[in-house]
């Protein structure tokens, strides 16, 4: 049996998979809330209860934050998580932790052409490198390197690069965003949950338009990304709307620097929780054109394929498939 993990600053996913040596089937699978935990050890202590197992054969963990020696100290929760430690947990010495979109990527090659949505019609699909993003509590950004047979996932910490702004509106948010991260202002700042609450701030801080009762209203604890999201979509309320756009707009950039950087002539493929739920935003073609307004190399953007995952188990499908065919 086979354990895998996408572990998150939001929410953890566990799973068991049964491995016949050829194809792999979810037995069991439970989310968790991540900061109802103070480790990754106690949710895995939990999900072994829940689901009464009793033996691992081997266990890979997709975690959002930099992989070093076998170990990680998570971006975006208080965990540190020693590989050793879990091995000693399970009872085996077949356990690996990657960052997490390492296993998004190898789960990228595993999903059905229905489970994306292209945001590039003249995409062609090659093969070669690929770029993966995925916006969600943070930003994750990694490539599928093609050695000319097979993909290899690399890890990267490329959301926490500078940001740098690509239109005049953007340079006020850079000098916005600078008083309040005057050391360091990352993509990440911007570009995840947290990060369209901020983008709101700004266009509020701005006076771009009045405030809609609902964000109001909304309480300390409440999800306020989310609720902008939905006054968006659902009441077309202009200063969420916006919000999404410009959001939308730097996103595309930040990809198309990502293509850029790694050479993605095998197509870019979006993950992470924020990209299905504001699908209407990134297929209005401000993502796009983002993405291809890199000057004398828009006419290679514009040959790449641009896909969004729809499946939010990619990074754990991605962890069970890397440690079942690992050599």
């Not at 991540?34 to 209860?49: A, G, N, P, Q, Y």
């Not at 930099?66 to 971006?75: E, H, R």
Request: hydrophobic fraction near 40%; proline fraction near 3%; charge should be negative.
């Amino acid at each position: 049996m086979i354990l895998a993990g996408d572990v998150g600053g939001t929410k953890t996913n566990l799973a068991l998979f049964a491995f016949d040596g050829e194809t792999l089937a979810i037995e069991v699978k439970h989310q968790f809330a991540s900061r109802d935990f103070t480790s990754l050890e106690d949710v895995i202590k939990e999900f072994m209860r829940l689901s009464e197992v009793k033996t691992i054969d081997k266990a890979c963990f997709g975690i959002a934050g930099p992989i070093i020696n076998g170990n990680c100290q998570t971006t975006n929760l208080p965990w540190d998580v020693v590989g050793l430690n879990l091995q000693t947990l399970l009872g085996t010495k077949e356990v690996i932790l990657l960052n997490d979109l390492e296993s998004t990527a190898y789960g990228m090659l595993h999903l059905k052409d229905d489970e994306f949505v292209s945001l590039n019609p003249s995409g062609r699909k090659v093969d070669g490198n690929r770029a993966i993003i995925a916006a969600g509590t943070g930003l994750g950004e990694a490539t599928l390197f093609h050695d000319g047979k097979n993909y290899h996932p690399i890890g990267s910490e490329g959301g926490h690069c500078d940001f740098a702004s690509s239109t005049l509106e953007q340079d006020k948010l850079l000098q916005w965003m600078r008083n309040r991260y005057r050391n360091h202002v990352s993509f990440e700042r911007i570009l995840s949950g947290p990060g369209i609450y901020a983008l709101y701030e700004f266009l509020v801080d701005n006076d771009f338009a009045p405030q809609p009762t609902a964000m109001i209203r909304l309480k300390k604890t409440d999800d306020k990304s989310a609720m902008i999201s939905k006054l968006a979509i659902e009441d077309k309320n202009p200063l969420c709307v916006k919000t999404l756009q410009l959001f939308c707009e730097i996103y595309g950039a930040e990809a198309g620097n990502l293509a850029l950087k790694s050479m993605s002539l095998g197509g870019v493929f979006i993950g992470g929780g924020i990209a299905p739920k504001i699908l209407p935003f990134m297929q209005d073609g401000r993502f796009i054109n983002a993405f291809f307004n890199k000057g004398r190399f828009e006419e290679l953007l514009r040959a790449m394929e641009v896909k969004i995952s729809l499946n939010d188990e990619t990074a754990l499908l991605g962890a069970a498939y890397f440690v079942a065919f690992k050599d």
